[in-house]
C-alpha cells in the first residue's frame, strides 16, 4: 500500500469544504426558506438560509433533521441601513431627562393595530402529521405576508424584531396547549416591552386560560419602580395577577444605594451565595391557590392545602424546607423530562391530580433562572445569549406540581427605527455577539445614563483640546465612548493595534444586559410622583423582603479600576466563552434535539 502524501492545511480545508457541500447536497430539507425581496423579510420555516450561519455543527442525523431549526430568526438589516447609523454614532449626542426612561406600554404595540400572535390552526385528530405540518405553514406564511403587507419598509414605524421562526411558535403553542396556568416572565427592567396584550387577549379569552405576570429580576430595579410597574399592570389589567421575582435578593445596603443613585453605579456582576433564597416563590404559590380553587384570596393553612384537588401542601412545604436549607437540593430528587413532544395530543386539565404552569416570555427574561429559583437549585441551563432554551422541558417542582419551561421568542411590535435599533438591544432581545452596528445601541444608553462618569473614562480628544489650559472639553459622541472605553481595557486590533471600538462597544452592551449599567425604564408619570413611590408602603415591604432574603454585599459605587481591571479581565471575552460553551454542550451530546424528531 503506497504511503500517504502529506498536504497543506489549505487543502485540507478545501477538502472538508467540498465534503460538506456534497453532503448538503444529498441531504433533502424538510422546510424551505420563503424570501420577500420587497422588504428583505425571510420566514423560517425550519432550516436557516443559506446566509445564517449553524449554532452547532450537523452531525449525520435521521433523514431531513436539522439541528438548528430551533435558532433565533429574525429580519436581517440592509448595508445602507448599517452604515447610515454608523456615521449617526459619530455625531455628539445630548443627555436626556429622566422622562425619557418613561415608557407606556401603547407605544410599542399601538391599540387598534393588526398585529397578533400565530396561533396554531385548528386540527382534528384525522389529520396526518404531515397534512398538519403543511397547514401550519401555509397558515404562518400568510400571517408573515399578512404583516408585511400592512406595514412595509416605507413606513416610519416598521415591524420591529420578531421571530421568523415556526419551529419556536411551535413550541409556544405546545406549552400554551399542555399548561393550566400560564406564567408571562419579563425583565422589571423593560416590562412594558416584554408585555405583549395579544398574548394576554390569547391566553385569557381564545384558551379561557389564566395567566400570570411575574416581574423578573427585582433586585436591578430600585423598589419604587417594581411598585410603580406593578400598580400600572393592575390598573391597565385589573384582572391580571402579578408576582415579584428574584433569585438574587439584595441586602439593606444595596437597596440603599440602588435608591439613592440609581443609574449612577457600575455595578458589580449579580452573584448568587450559597445560602440565599429566591424572592417570590411564596407569592407565586399563592396566585396559584387563588386560581386553582376559584377564591379572592388566598388562605395558606394544612387544612385548605389537604383539600385541594391539587396537592398544594406539599409545595408549601418545600418553599418553607429551601428556605431553612444551606445547601442545594440533590439533583436526584429532582425530576425532570425531556421526552418526545406529543405535539398533537389532547390535554386534559388536572391530568392525575398534577399542576403544570408554563414558562413563557421574551429571550433573556430570566425564564430560566426563575425555575432554578423554584427549584432550589441548577436544573436548567442559563446563558445571557438570547434563545439559549432550544425547546421545552418539564420539571416537577412536587410530585404533584410540574413547571415547563418554553423558549424565548419576540412579539410582533410596531416602534420607531432608532428604538429598535437601540433599545430592543438593550432589552436583550438581540444577541449581542450578532449585532453589526453596536454604536447606536450604546449611543441610547448614553443618552440616557452618564456614561462617561460611570466608566471614568476621558475624551480621545482631550489632550489636543488643552482642557488644563482653558480649552473647551469636547462634545462625547457614542463612538467617542467606545473609543475612550477600548483604550482603557486595552481592546486592541490584532494587526495594527488600533482602539477596538467594535468590541468595546460589544462590551458595554454585555455590562447593560448583565445590569452593571442599570437603566430601567418608567412607567407613565413616573418622574412626577417620584416621591410618592418612594415612600409608598409595597416599596418598604418589598426591601424588607430583599433584605431578609440576604445580607452579603455584592457591589460598591465606590469600586476602584483595579478590582474593575481584575473583574474584567477574567471575563473579557465572555462572547467567545458562550461561543465556546454552545460548542461544548453539542459535543456532549451528538443530537441534543434526538428526543424531538419523529
Known amino acids: 500500500m503506497p504511503r500517504k502524501k502529506p498536504f497543506s492545511a489549505k487543502q485540507k480545508k478545501e477538502q472538508l469544504q467540498a465534503k460538506r457541500d456534497k453532503k448538503r447536497a444529498e441531504e433533502p430539507g424538510e422546510y424551505d426558506i420563503a424570501p420577500d425581496s420587497r422588504v428583505g423579510w425571510g420566514v423560517a420555516l425550519g432550516k436557516p ?4 450561519k449553524p449554532t452547532q455543527p450537523v452531525r449525520s442525523q435521521a433523514k431531513g433533521y436539522d439541528p438548528n ?24 449626542y445630548k443627555m436626556l431627562p429622566e422622562t ?58 416598521q415591524l420591529s424584531y420578531f421571530e421568523l421562526n415556526l419551529e419556536t411558535w411551535r413550541q409556544l403553542w405546545r406549552v400554551l396547549e399542555m399548561s ?36 423578573n429580576k427585582i433586585d436591578l430595579a430600585p423598589p419604587a419602580i417594581v411598585v410603580a410597574w406593578k400598580h ?39 452573584k448568587k451565595t450559597k445560602k440565599a433564597s429566591a424572592v417570590g416563590p411564596k407569592d407565586l404559590l399563592k396566585a396559584c391557590d387563588r386560581i386553582v380553587n376559584g377564591r379572592g384570596e388566598s388562605v395558606i393553612s394544612q387544612q385548605f392545602f389537604i383539600s385541594c384537588s391539587v396537592d398544594l401542601l406539599s409545595w408549601k412545604e418545600k418553599i418553607e424546607a429551601d428556605f431553612e436549607r444551606e445547601d442545594p437540593i440533590p439533583l436526584e430528587e429532582v425530576r425532570i423530562e425531556e421526552g418526545e413532544d406529543s405535539t398533537y395530543e389532547k390535554h386534559e386539565d388536572f391530568r392525575g391530580g398534577v399542576l403544570t404552569i408554563g414558562c413563557c416570555g421574551y429571550p433573556n427574561v ?3 433562572s426563575l425555575m432554578n429559583g423554584l427549584v432550589g437549585r441548577k436544573v436548567v ?91 473647551r472639553v469636547p462634545d462625547w459622541s457614542p463612538y467617542d465612548i467606545c473609543d475612550a472605553w477600548a483604550e482603557k481595557r486595552g481592546f486592541l486590533t490584532a494587526r495594527a493595534a488600533r482602539p477596538d471600538v467594535y468590541r468595546a462597544a460589544n462590551n458595554l452592551l454585555r455590562l447593560a444586559l448583565e445590569g452593571r449599567l442599570c437603566m430601567c425604564t418608567r412607567p407613565p408619570n413616573y418622574t412626577a410622583h417620584k416621591d410618592e413611590w418612594e415612600r409608598h408602603q409595597e416599596t418598604e415591604e418589598i ?43 453539542g459535543a456532549m451530546a451528538s443530537n441534543p434535539f434526538s428526543l424531538l424528531q419523529e
Not at 49 to 52: C, H, L, S, T
Not at 73 to 90: C, L, T, V
Not at 101 to 125: A, T
Not at 250 to 263: R, S, T
Request: proline share 6%.
Open 49 to 52: 438560509g443559506k446566509e445564517a
Open 69 to 92: 431549526r430551533y435558532r433565533l430568526h429574525f429580519k436581517q438589516e440592509s448595508e445602507a441601513e448599517i452604515h447610515e447609523r454608523k456615521q449617526a454614532a459619530m455625531r455628539p
Open 100 to 157: 425619557a426612561l418613561e415608557i407606556n406600554m401603547d407605544d410599542i404595540y399601538k391599540p387598534g393595530s393588526v398585529l397578533d400572535m400565530p396561533q396554531r390552526p385548528v386540527w382534528q385528530f384525522s389529520m396526518t402529521k404531515e397534512k398538519l405540518l403543511a397547514q401550519e405553514e401555509k397558515y404562518f406564511r400568510n400571517y408573515i405576508d399578512s404583516l408585511v403587507e400592512k406595514y412595509g419598509a416605507d413606513q416610519e414605524e
Open 180 to 215: 393550566e396556568i400560564l406564567l408571562l416572565i419579563t425583565d422589571i427592567r423593560h416590562p412594558a416591552l416584554h408585555f405583549s396584550p395579544a398574548f394576554y387577549e390569547y391566553v385569557t379569552q381564545t384558551l379561557n386560560k389564566k395567566l400570570i405576570l411575574v416581574l
Open 232 to 270: 400600572y399592570f393592575q390598573t391597565k389589567f385589573p384582572e391580571l395577577q402579578i408576582v415579584c421575582f428574584t433569585s438574587f435578593p439584595k441586602d439593606k445596603l444595596e437597596l440603599e444605594q440602588a435608591v439613592i443613585d440609581a443609574g449612577k453605579v457600575l455595578f458589580k456582576k449579580r
Open 366 to 368: 430570566g425564564k430560566s
Open 381 to 471: 441551563s442559563v446563558s445571557k445569549t438570547p434563545g439559549h432554551t432550544k425547546h421545552f422541558q418539564t420539571i416537577f417542582l412536587t410530585p404533584s406540581v410540574r413547571l415547563c419551561d418554553s423558549p424565548g421568542l419576540v412579539f410582533p411590535s410596531l416602534v420607531s427605527k432608532p428604538m429598535q435599533a437601540g433599545f430592543y438591544i438593550l432589552a436583550g432581545i438581540y444577541p449581542i455577539a450578532q449585532v453589526r452596528e453596536p454604536y447606536t445601541a450604546v449611543g441610547y444608553l448614553a443618552e440616557r445614563i452618564p456614561l462617561p462618569k460611570l466608566l471614568r473614562i476621558k475624551h480621545p480628544e482631550e489632550a489636543e483640546a488643552n482642557v488644563e489650559e482653558g480649552g
Open 543 to 585: 426591601a424588607a423582603v430583599q433584605e431578609m432574603h440576604r445580607r452579603a454585599t455584592m457591589f460598591s459605587d465606590a469600586e476602584s479600576d483595579d478590582e474593575l481591571s481584575q473583574e474584567e479581565e477574567k471575563d473579557k471575552d465572555d462572547g467567545e466563552d458562550e461561543e465556546e460553551e454552545e460548542e461544548e454542550e
